[in-house]
């Protein structure tokens, strides 16, 4: 199972600050679920303890059955979708795809296999020998997408700084993480500032403000 459960989910910063408060929250396989709130409020730092990058001030996190507190990032089948695409310039497509199953010692054949299925989903096959310099930003943007869904993950994680400051290449951005969330029936979440962009995608709303989530008529209040 890909449900994402957040049981009384704390998070406090050693200076004392209280970021994520009580958080409980059940998520079911395959659901998209949008983060709204102020920048600020622990949307993306729970985004980012679901993914093990932070730590856990208390509370627990599931991931169907299993209990994800101790489980090492790259054990977590997880995926999550960075502001810089944190892709290699000196490498090609194909290698900046292939680099997580590479480093796992997956087949080649395997490989091979699960880089062309991304690179068609996300239609850019005629780039795949291209280095990610001479590559526009969309199409690093796409790069990125591949690789984390050719790990063939649980659970897609994506910040709203993926795909900030050019309001084209981000509904391109949504676009495909809607069809990778429809399509390969990933669970999906995703943050996003924007009340109308929240809105516009039809899908289930958290929302969140200083720490805790909230009703959505006293959000709106």
Known sequence: MSSITLNNLNKTYPNGFLSVKNVSL???DGEFVTFHGPSGCGKSTILR???GLEEITSGEIYLGDLLLNEVLPRDRRLAMAFQNYALYPGLNVYENISLGLTLRDFPKNIIDTRVNSAVEFLKISHI???KIRSITETEKQKTALAR???CHPKVFLVDEDFS???PRRRVEMLRDVLRINH???I???YITNDYQ???NLKKKIVFMKDGEIIPAEEYLS
């Open 128 to 130: 795949l020998n291209k």
């Open 197 to 199: 962009e929240a809105v």
């Open 148 to 150: 984390a869904i050719v």
């Open 49 to 51: 303890m679901i993914g």
């Open 187 to 189: 669970t999906t979440l």
């Open 183 to 185: 399509e390969l029936k």
């Open 164 to 166: 900030r400051g050019n």
């Open 26 to 28: 059940f998520i079911e």
